[in-house]
C-alpha cells in the first residue's frame, strides 16, 4: 500500500479559481511533508515544506497540516494557467528520514 | 538556485544495449539521487551516493549500476537494457538528508529501450 496517497488524482480549475490538493501519509513517524510541482517536460521543483499544526502560507500557495490525522493539504488561491501542472507530495518518515513520494496530482487551470 | 544538469535528454537504445545517464550538479551538495518516473509509480528512487565513491541502494535497483566519481557528477548505468527499463530518469541533489532536506533536480532523460 502507498504510503503516502494523494487525492484528487486530477482536478480541473478555471483561472482565478482556487484549487485544493490533498496528502495523507499512513506513517505517523513523519517528520516533515513537501511539496513539489513538475511542469510537463522538467524535473520536479519544490514549492514548500511544513511539519508544525495549521497553516504556511508562501504568496498564493497555502499549506495546512493536521498531524493527529497526518493529512495535509496544498490550497492555491488566484490559480494562473502556470500552475497547471503535475502536484507531488512528499514525505520524511521513519528514523532513517526516508522521503517517501505520492503518484501525484495532475492539475489543470483552464483560461 | 541549485543547477543539476542531466545528459543526454533523449536516448534510445536496443533490448541487451549499454547505456550510460550522466549528472552533473554545481552547487557541492552532499547527497544526489537517480529516480525514474512512470505513470501510476510516480518517483521511484534507484541509487543515491553521499559522496564521491559512496553508493547507497534505493528501492529499485535492479537492473540498474550507479557510480560517483566526484563530488558533483554521478552515473546510472544500465547494462544489459530491457524494454521495463523504458521510463524517464531524473537526477536530483541535496545538501543534507533526511530533517528537512529539499531536493533540486534536473530535466530528465527520457530512455526508450527497443
Known amino acids: 500500500q502507498q504510503k503516502v496517497q494523494q487525492s484528487p488524482e486530477s482536478l480541473s480549475v478555471p483561472e482565478g479559481g482556487m484549487a485544493s490538493l490533498n496528502c495523507t501519509s499512513s506513517?505517523?513517524?513523519?517528520?516533515y511533508f513537501w511539496w513539489y510541482r513538475q511542469h510537463s517536460g522538467e524535473g520536479p521543483k519544490a514549492l514548500m515544506?511544513?511539519?508544525s499544526d495549521g497553516d504556511k502560507k508562501e504568496g498564493r500557495f497555502t499549506a495546512h497540516l493536521n498531524k493527529a490525522s497526518l493529512h495535509v493539504s496544498l490550497h492555491i488561491r488566484d490559480s494562473q494557467p502556470s500552475d497547471s501542472a503535475l502536484y507531488f507530495c512528499a514525505a520524511i518518515v521513519g528514523d532513517n528520514s526516508k522521503l517517501i513520494w505520492g503518484l501525484g496530482t495532475s492539475l489543470v487551470v483552464n483560461p | 538556485e541549485a543547477a543539476v544538469t542531466q545528459s543526454p535528454r533523449n536516448k534510445v537504445t536496443v533490448t541487451g544495449g549499454n547505456v550510460t545517464l550522466s549528472c552533473r550538479q554545481t552547487n557541492s551538495h552532499n547527497y544526489m539521487y537517480w529516480y525514474r518516473q512512470d505513470t501510476g509509480h510516480g518517483l521511484r528512487l534507484i541509487h543515491y551516493s553521499y559522496g564521491a565513491g559512496n553508493l547507497q541502494i534505493g528501492d529499485v535497483p535492479d537492473g540498474y549500476k550507479a557510480t560517483r566519481t566526484t563530488q558533483e557528477d554521478f552515473f546510472l548505468l544500465l547494462e544489459l537494457a530491457s524494454p521495463s527499463q523504458t521510463s524517464l530518469y531524473f537526477c536530483?541533489?541535496?545538501?543534507?538528508?533526511?530533517?528537512?532536506?529539499?531536493?533540486?533536480f534536473g530535466h530528465g532523460t527520457k530512455l526508450s529501450v527497443l
Open positions: 506513517d505517523r513517524n513523519f517528520q
Open positions: 536530483a541533489s541535496s545538501d543534507i538528508q533526511g530533517s528537512n532536506e529539499r531536493l533540486f
Open positions: 515544506s511544513i511539519f
